[in-house]
């Protein structure tokens, strides 16, 4: 008798369980099937999702489906201030090289170096890099996490199990879901999914990964309104000497942490005889990255590596050459590289 | 000794011990009951009574002491 | 295995098939066996010392008992206790006594050697041994009869769920349920469930978001500002309570999943007016346990010295407090704080009762809670730092200056995680509170069905979306 009654108990508390779990089995399912991260499963392409992807994951798929038809030798690194630099442009500097660009948002110094590890790891040759940095990059020697910034297991080393797991919560996570449950029933882009959705179709070049900014085809055709229509996001409110035409250095960033980490940087480009390339982004803003930052970067990867446009210059008086305060665009990217290349060939 | 005089007895020493001043303690009475009455002061109380009785009781003893009434038997167990 | 890995789940839930699937009798099989696994699965040795001490203190068990004899009896219990007690130091100092050797003979060994030779300290040896000996005590005092039962002994000592850290079962709460386990009943079954849900909020929601910056900030004492160490000085017993709160009520809920009721350890140790009353709520297990086997011995042999006497007994019962923690002077620092406060609020009751009369009884209680929770957040600092002058240091540089950023005061915690952590402590403050007037599971199973599931689903999103699944440790796992 007791242990009928047992039994009976358990069997509710069993079936209890399940029906509670049955509306996550189902989102979990869904999940499954619609891999709205593109993490689950390979894909070919990468630049059809509604859903804006982690960069670090794409990119390393990317470059994984493409290295055995090219052999891609040369890597643009850094911050989405990339963004500026076509690999086509800086193709035409690099001689017989084929380029990538192997960038993330706000990306670390740890994630450059874990990076490029994993390039040695895979047997890429890595002829050149192009690493656009400033001093928000400088400073950050710790990865990310948050799937947005994780990086996949091939590069960061985290277990596979942790990498998915990840994703899986951040699918759960409300601010996620509702916008993409939002999107999907309805098709319609809303404003507060910026950030969670992508609106644009394709923003990458399948194969160089780079990017197909949509501010391009606002900048043709709204022409000189676009600058206008922005203008609030090339301004800072709270700060009253901002751009005000005097000379500002910024605080030094790069301490023992960061420069054993350049250092290990430095080391795996000397294996590969790297031909490196540093470039200190024009920020709008026009603060000079620090002096003594600036000497340590010159002594680590050589004094004719370095090429510094931070600060009160030609390239950051146009506000032409900026989508808005924190990127600018292609044009400028383009001038720079003349400009590097042009110096190199001069000495 | 009748239990009503150790009750009585017992009243003073928790009076004084404790520093509280209108205690009753009846053969029920727990530490619950009595504010001050705690594992800290259990023993102050116990070496009190033993003076004041003459008698001593063992750890074992005092362990098995859960209320006011097991110390009254316990206090004339002792005495006999 | 951390309670919120895959390895455990999987390992739980295959116990739980077995156990209810399998004929009653090898019930405890089952447990001995997941038991088994789970201890050898971190490192088979800490599985061998684990079985070898059980199975020592069941043999001590049955000689204590069979010395009939006073004198016999008081040896073979003092034998029988010195080998626990040896055993467990000698673990415990075996890594600072080697360091000070080799310092002596002037080795000054690299950090790999010295890591390659280090001694591990066994998984959960404090919370066994422990365990042991009041197993051992209590047939001394012939309180209770040594369990014939072999396997059954192991279960009560080894029990996964418990295993780790804790609580320290006394051997008349838990041999008993072994012995004539009753059937589980559906309500125990929810309530195990509701309370392992309550443990992982605590975990997952509210100690590890506050985990990370307090380690920052604890990792580099030196260069946090002032207000950071403030902060996390005040923080810290609530990640703690978090962690380790959150720990017991999975622990407890899982046992309870098997049929079996464990001590609780905490009884909203926050609501204590008196550093006194904090250990009657904090830790139970481990604070009772010193003052059943330590305070009481102890104040009883000493309680012809008076004041003396009753400072000696609390000085030594907290000493032995700090020294399980750890092995250095900052852990024995930790202890006798805690004797040297409850003594003085011996000696001060009178006083107090004064205070009490003359600021009213709400303002009394605020000041006395507020008081009680800064004692034990200062004396924390000795258990987390690693050593006495770490402490001193940081004492002496905590800062009041009030006009600091908000980015320094929310010690580098975003935004966003801050009200994730205030918001979980603020619903657990608020539940115990309620928990304590109420058994809100009760009122809960009498609610309508949508208005119980409703709030399964709610806790199920809140645990899904916001709890920290990637940190895997617990605090209190060290001991």
Redesign the interface.
Known sequence: M??D??????T??ILK?LM?FI??LIMLSFYFKDDPFMVLRHYTRYDHSPVLLNEGCVEWQMYLNNRDSITFNSFIMGNSCTMAYPCREWEKHIGSGRAMRLSGPAESMMAIYHKLQALDKAGAPIKNVLMILDKESLKKYQLK?GYSNILPPAVSGISN??FQ??FC?AF???KFLIPYIDYKIFHQYRHYMRGIINPYGAVRDSVTNDVINPRETMIKEKGEAYWKDEASKFENPKDPHYRDGKYKEAQPVLFDNQINLLWRIEKLLQKHHTAIKIIISPDYNQICINRKDLEMLKRIFGAGNIFDFSGINKYTADIHNYYEGGHYRPILGTRILQDIYRNQRQE | METTEILNELNRIFNRVL?VENIILSDETTAQDVD?W???????L??EIEKQFNVRFT??D??KLKSVGDICSAIQNKMK | MSFIS?NFIVLFISTFILF?TLN?KYRKYVLLLSSAVFIGFYHIGFLITAVFISLATYYFGQWVDASKREKRRNCSFIVSIGILIGVWLAFRYANPLMEHFRALIGLTASTETSHANSILFPLGISFYTFQAMSYLTEIY??EEKPEKDLSIFMVYMLFFMKFLSGPIERPGELLPQLRRPK????NS??YG?ELIVTGMIKKLVLADYLAPYLDGIFGSIHSASGVQLLMACLLYPVEIYGDFSGYTDMALGGARLFGLQLAPNFNRPFAALTT?DFWRRWHMSLSFWI?DYL???L??????H??T??FL??FLTFVGLGVWHGAGWNYVAYGVIQGVV?FYE?KT??FRKKVKNWLGNPIFITLSIIRTYLIFAVSLLFFRLDSLSSAIYYIKNISFQVNTSWKELNIGMSDHNCIVASSALVLILIYEYLMSKHNLFDLLAKQPTWVR?GI??LL??VL????Q??SDSFIYLQF
């Open positions: 007791k242990r009654k047992e039994k009976a108990a358990i509710k508390f369980l509670l509306p996550f996490t199990f942790k797991e990840t919560q759960f996570y409300p | 520093k001050g705690t594992s800290l002061t259990n023993m102050i116990i070496n750890f074992r005092i362990m | 895959i209810y009653a005092w012939q059937p589980i009943s559906y079954l929810v469930t006194s003052r305070y009481l011995p104040s009883s042999a000493l309680r012809r008076g004041q006497g009753v007994s609390l409850i011996m009751s009178t599931w399964y689903y199920a999103i899904f979306s916001v709890g699944f990637s």
